[in-house]
């Protein structure tokens, strides 16, 4: 089983996807953590480029090739082997994103992004993807107080640098998939506290996952 995490920055991502990773140990998943861009050696080089602030000047193409890229390494080093070997990959960030940030955002045609990753996925597909959606003012709020107390590096931060209407354009990139595709993707209000959010998600994935030894967790 593949399940993706998807939202705009300071959505949360990280903290939900520890909750979901601990939910599924617990209940005697065999789970692997990954992210993208990142998860091999060659992707968190990758990342490097694509997140460094100084790198404001990154062409558009250039940006979704990179990406596309990294998706080609993660899925055929990280991913499918992990899915083959029966575990449940959780990613944070997949293909969703590149629709949202380099096509909805970027303004790069649907046909060329869903090409590429049509080169690179390997029939690969997530069956299930959370989107934690909030107003991109709170959400980035949120990334800068997480920079500012020095939890996140200050260099890599090219998004958080992007106006509100780029972050809101990627938000409604991402309802516009939801809507497309309401059987996949589970929108959660991303504004409600951590712990309400964190319940929406493990309540879902509860009654998606296969039957399995299930304790409760929260
Ligand atoms: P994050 O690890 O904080 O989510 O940062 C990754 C950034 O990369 C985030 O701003 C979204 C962006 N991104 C894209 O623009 N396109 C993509 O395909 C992916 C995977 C991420």
């Known amino acids: 089983m593949f399940i993706t995490m998807e939202g705009i920055e300071g959505s949360g991502k990280t903290t939900q996807i520890a909750h979901i990773s601990g939910y599924l140990q617990k209940n005697g998943y065999p789970c692997t953590v990954t992210r993208e861009p990142g998860g091999t050696k060659i992707g968190e ?76 996925l390997k029939d690969i597909s997530p069956d299930i993807t959370f989107l934690l959606d909030l107003p991109p003012e709170t959400g980035l709020m949120r990334a800068w107080k997480e920079i500012d107390a020095g939890m996140r590096d200050t260099a890599q931060s090219r998004f958080e640098h992007e106006k509100i209407l780029f972050h809101e354009k990627v938000r409604q990139g991402y309802l516009a998939l939801a809507g497309a595709e309401p059987q996949r993707i589970k929108v959660i209000d991303a504004a409600l506290p951590p712990e309400e959010v964190k319940e929406a998600i493990l309540a879902h994935l509860g009654s998606v996952l296969p039957a399995h030894n299930m304790t409760t967790y929260y």
């Open 45 to 120: 080089k990758i990342r490097q480029i694509l997140l460094d602030r100084d790198h404001d000047m990154l062409d558009a193409m250039a940006e979704l090739l990179l990406y596309t890229a990294d998706r080609a390494q993660h899925v055929s080093e990280t991913i499918k082997p992990a899915l083959d070997g029966g575990k449940i990959v959780i990613c944070d960030r997949f293909f969703d994103s590149t629709i949202a940030y380099q096509g909805a955002a970027r303004g790069i045609d649907a046909a060329i992004i869903s090409g590429l990753n049509r080169l690179v």
